[in-house]
């Protein structure tokens, strides 16, 4: 009786040899599939990350900038006191009129913030200022937030008496 020999044919193994053929390109493809997928779920981040940045800029500037503003009305406080340095909400530094310390700091004031905080050029960037009898005083700082991915009505409020 003759024992067959463990090893296949040389026919058995080109007919598995065919069946594998391409097995490695499909694989390559999956894998090229998988790793698109996640580059793309990674630049939607990256941008993501991108606006929240810009918005933590922008909400950041403007505590700066209204602080700012209070450490000049406590520098003049009783223009402050008196009302010089009270504006209704404004956007625009050519509304401001007057050649006093309170106007001429509002108006430089207004310019930086309308620079630094919002889109440049537009129009909603804008601030108000009220002060009272008691030395309380109240800074808004309005601006537009939609180009981050935020509201466009972003309004940032500081008080404190001077």
């Not at 207004?110 to 005083?137: E, H, I, K, M, W």
Request: proline share 2%.
């Amino acid at each position: 009786m003759k024992k067959h020999s463990p090893l296949l044919p040389f026919g058995a193994l080109n007919s598995r040899a065919a069946m594998q053929a391409g097995a490695t390109l499909i694989e390559i493809l999956v894998t090229l599939l998988i790793l698109s997928i996640g580059m793309l779920g990674m630049s939607a981040l990256q941008a993501r990350a991108i606006k929240g940045s810009v918005s933590s800029f922008q909400r950041s500037q403007a505590v700066i900038y209204g602080q700012y503003m209070l450490d000049v009305m406590r520098i003049d406080r009783e223009s402050a006191k008196g009302g010089d340095y009270n504006t209704p909400k404004i956007c625009s530094s050519s509304g401001i009129t007057g050649t006093t310390l309170a106007k001429n700091s509002l108006r430089e004031w207004l310019d930086s913030v309308r620079a630094n905080v919002g889109s440049p050029g537009d129009t909603t960037t804008c601030v108000a200022v009220t002060c009272d009898a008691d030395y309380r005083c109240t800074v808004k700082i309005y601006w537009d937030d939609s180009r981050s991915g935020g509201l466009s009505d972003q309004t940032m409020e500081l008080a404190t008496r001077v």
